[in-house]
């Protein structure tokens, strides 16, 4: 409300009707509180309450005892804990002007000052002049402060390093002096605990002029007797009076109550003492209790512990202003109330008094603000999430009203455009001119139909600033149109989005590189989704099928490869879609009904959580190798058939001759004749497995299926290798167990016996070979165990082809084919089983083959 001196004032209204017999409206009265000074006093009081409650807790203890000796040591033990400092000390000022400590509290490590007196130079210079005029010496520092050198080594004496003197006043006489300590560090002294220290001085000289007039009242108690039991007596009549006016005052405020019951807003009246005198149904409904459970109680009852002391002080205060009402509370601060169920609600209060013979009373007018406080809470955090969120999202707003020709920013709009947030809001064309030159026309033409047309808009551009940075941003406008087409306003979002468009770029690039790389390959490499649709090929794939990759993408690999090659490959397929690698050869039919010889492999990928959303397809065209392994392999066929014969009589003579049927040799050409004897044999085993793995590859070669046991096939075994074992020393161990299963014998023993006759020509001399066989699930598993020299790990798989051993020497030194592994293979994948060998270099090895039970 104005008022007529110009200045402003918070007014709180309220309205209560009265009522006539008929229960019309008689009379309206109207109550009207300046609560301006209120709001303006609260935050001062509130700065003051922690430093007037130690003052208060140590002056009642000071006051609590009469004894002088008490009351100082309680001053000193009072300060020393409020302050933490390491020592406080109380020092009488002698006539002689000599100090002389007379209480003291310190830790227990410091030196005590009892029993000392400090002569005159502990108060040279000015130092007893200010002190008498009631000033107080503060140092943070001894070492750095400018004193004389001798207090200084007094001070260092007792450990000092920081010191506070407050001079101890009584009747304006200098009395003594309070001193706290700080002995463990330097210290810088705050003002409050100077005010407090100054004041607790006071209060110290207040009690030494007690102490002084103790006596003297002493004297005076026995005459003041007789004049107080006189007093006594006028004051039981003024008592007597007092309780008829509170009783008429009382009486008239339930009448009043009758008329401000119908007030939302608790009105509660107290006195002097802070009882309750009066409570409004407003009141009730706020805290909880009802008129008749709460009148005469204390103030406190409505109030939570914290703020008890508080408002004693404030009411106390207000009593001694001129002023007649306050506001508790302002904008930013509020008042608490407690509640009958005790839970604690902010409120808004305004206070008022009032002067009246029975005394001075205090009314309080009081609105619950809970709801509004936390909308406010919850307001306010919605606005810190907006903005965390614009951060980290990198996009900022702006709007602009029409009507009044505002335009607010949000904080991340000024980070995205570049403008520091402590200057005013950039103009229109400042923010144009960081719009990329070739994207300005678009920009101007879109928000040109934005603002005047009322059009949305989403706009991608870029901005460039001065140092040459660019930044891509993404735009999106929402103009507000009212009912006649008019544009009331604009919002429009910012997003940065220049990560996304780098990353975009960057992984376009290698894409592209990826593709140059892919492109060039002779391999058919291509991606396929888990429904079995091509999503990407290279060009090879393209060069193969005659067709663009674009007329290939989307479709399925039936219809690409044709029914009778997909359905060659299907199996390998549903492998790679449960999550398996696999590689394997297979011959399908071209477009021209010719067949041809691939090798693919199939690699699974992965979606985030594991599951399989496609699978990589690299396929080679192994034709012309085939045809030439196929040339090969009927060069040898031909060439060993060829020999067989020949190589037949070779061997037989060569036995003639080495047995003496031929007649005697002389001691060298025996030699000969041996050594010619070994070759052939050689020879006649390499032409023999040749004819054997030619006619296995051939599938002329038919297994010949029989009930075998495990432990017989692997004893049989050891005793045809046995006599070779021994000439090497070399014993042969079986850990076999008895198990059934369809197999063919021959062929079976064949695979031991090579196995065991590996292991004796790579096993040293006392060493032991262990041929075992368990069971393995639905599977015999066999195994042939050595202590040899071991296999590299880079021929564990190559030595099972043709021709291959793991040194070359190895056929010079220790004879055999290199055929041996390989026709184990054949033979254990007829019986639709699996051969490998496990080996440490150096630590022997043990090989294994499974045959299906």
């Known amino acids: 409300m104005a008022c007529q001196n110009g200045t402003q004032h918070l007014i709180s209204w309220s309205n209560t009707a009265l009522f006539d017999a008929q229960g019309e409206v008689e009379f309206i009265i109207t109550t009207g509180i300046d609560v301006t000074e209120q709001r303006r006093v609260w935050n001062k009081l509130e700065l003051q309450y922690r430093q007037n409650k130690l003052l208060t807790d140590v002056t009642r203890k000071i006051r609590m005892s009469i004894e002088l000796k008490e009351i100082l040591q309680t001053a000193v033990t009072e300060v020393q804990h409020l302050l933490a400092c390491d020592r406080v000390v109380i020092m009488k000022l002698k006539p002689n002007q000599n100090a002389l400590p007379i209480s ?24 007893l002049a200010r002190y008498r005029q009631g000033k107080v010496l503060a140092i943070d520092d001894v070492a750095m402060a400018a004193i004389d050198p001798d207090i200084k080594q007094l001070l260092q004496q007792f450990q000092i390093q920081a010191k506070l003197v407050v001079p101890i006043l009584a009747q304006g006489q200098l009395q003594g002096l309070l001193v706290a300590h700080q002995c463990h560090h330097p210290r810088q002294w705050q003002e409050f605990e100077i005010q407090l220290l100054n004041q607790l001085g006071d209060q110290i000289g207040v009690a030494l002029s007690q102490a002084q007039l103790l006596n003297y009242t002493e004297k005076l108690v026995e005459e003041r007797t007789k004049e107080l039991t006189a007093a006594n007596e006028l004051l039981k009549l003024e008592i007597v009076e007092r309780k008829q006016t509170e009783q008429e005052l009382r009486e008239n405020q339930q009448k009043l109550a009758g008329i401000l019951d119908n007030a939302d807003e608790a009105i509660i009246s107290i006195n002097e003492q802070q009882q309750i005198q009066l409570f409004n149904q407003g009141a009730e409904k706020i805290f909880g209790y009802q008129t008749a459970e709460i009148i005469g109680q204390s103030l406190d009852i409505l109030l939570p512990q914290a703020f008890r002391q508080v408002h004693r002080h404030h009411i106390k205060q207000f ?55 936390q909308t406010q809470e919850k307001l306010q955090t919605s606005q810190t999430l907006l903005v965390k969120a614009e951060k980290i999202a990198k996009i900022g707003s702006w709007e602009y009203d029409h009507e009044t020709n505002h335009t607010s920013w949000s904080e991340e709009l000024f980070n ?62 929402e103009p507000t149109v009212n009912s006649a087409g008019k544009v009331l306003k604009v919002l429009e979002t910012i997003m940065d989005v220049s990560d996304r468009i780098q990353a975009e770029q960057s992984l376009q690039r290698s894409e592209n590189q990826l593709k140059l790389i892919t492109d060039a390959l002779p391999v058919l490499i291509a991606y396929i989704d888990d429904r079995q649709r091509y999503i990407y090929n290279n060009r090879t794939y393209e060069s193969w099928y005659g067709k663009p990759r674009s007329s290939l993408q989307g479709k399925s690999i039936k219809e690409v490869v044709g029914e009778h090659n ?57 034709t012309e190798r085939k045809a030439v392994e196929q040339m090969k392999s009927e060069f040898i066929s031909i060439a060993s058939h060829e020999m067989r014969t020949p190589l037949t009589a070779i061997h037989g003579v060569m036995k003639l001759l080495s047995a003496g049927r031929l007649g005697e040799l002389s001691e060298s050409g025996a030699k000969m004749a041996e050594m010619a004897l070994r070759n052939s044999d050689r020879l006649v085993r390499l032409v023999n497995d040749i004819l054997d793995l030619e006619r296995m590859e051939s599938g002329r070669d038919e297994l010949d299926l029989q009930q075998c046991d495990s432990a017989e096939l692997i004893q049989q075994a050891i005793d045809t290798t046995i006599s070779i074992a021994d000439e090497q020393g070399i014993s042969l161990q079986a850990e076999a167990q008895s198990l059934k299963f369809l197999g063919d014998r021959d062929r079976l023993v064949q695979i031991l016996n090579n196995l065991i006759n590996n292991a004796i020509k790579f096993s040293p001399a006392n060493s032991t070979i262990c041929i075992s066989s368990k069971l393995d699930q639905q599977n015999i598993l066999f195994s042939v165990k050595d202590q040899g020299r071991g296999i590299p790990k880079n021929k564990l798989e190559t030595i099972f082809e043709r021709f291959q051993q793991v040194d070359a020497s190895d056929s010079r030194q220790k004879g055999g084919t290199g055929l041996g592994l390989a026709i184990c293979r054949h033979i254990v994948e007829q019986h639709q089983g699996k051969i490998w060998v496990e080996s440490v270099y150096g630590q022997g090895s043990t090989f294994f083959f499974l045959i299906p039970q």
């Open 104 to 127: 003291e509290a310190l830790l227990p490590d410091l030196p005590s000052m009892l029993d000392y007196e400090f002569a005159v130079p502990l108060l040279q210079g000015d130092y």
């Open 319 to 373: 009593a001694e202003l001129p002023a007649k009402s306050r506001q508790m509370t302002d904008r930013n601060s509020n008042v608490y109330g407690r509640h009958k169920d005790g839970h604690e609600f902010a409120a808004e209060a305004s206070l008022a008094k009032l002067q009246t013979k029975a005394g001075m009373f205090f009314t309080v007018m009081l609105r619950d603000v809970s709801e509004r406080k």
């Open 416 to 477: 995205i455009l570049g403008f520091e947030q402590d200057r005013p809001l950039p103009s229109c064309q400042e923010i144009l001119n960081r719009v990329h030159p070739e994207d300005l026309l678009l920009v101007k033409k879109t928000l040109r139909a934005g603002h005047r047309q009322g059009t949305s808009w989403e706009l991608n551009y870029r901005l460039l600033f001065p140092d040459g940075t660019i930044k891509y941003i993404e735009s999106r406008g």
């Open 566 to 622: 997909y359905q060659q490959m299907l199996p390998y397929i549903k492998t790679a879609l449960t999550g398996k690698t696999v590689t394997f050869e297979s011959q399908p039919i071209a477009d021209e009904g010719n067949f041809y010889w691939m090798n693919a492999t199939f690699v699974p990928d992965f979606n985030s959580h594991g599951e399989v959303k496609g699978f990589f397809s690299m396929i080679e065209d192994i």
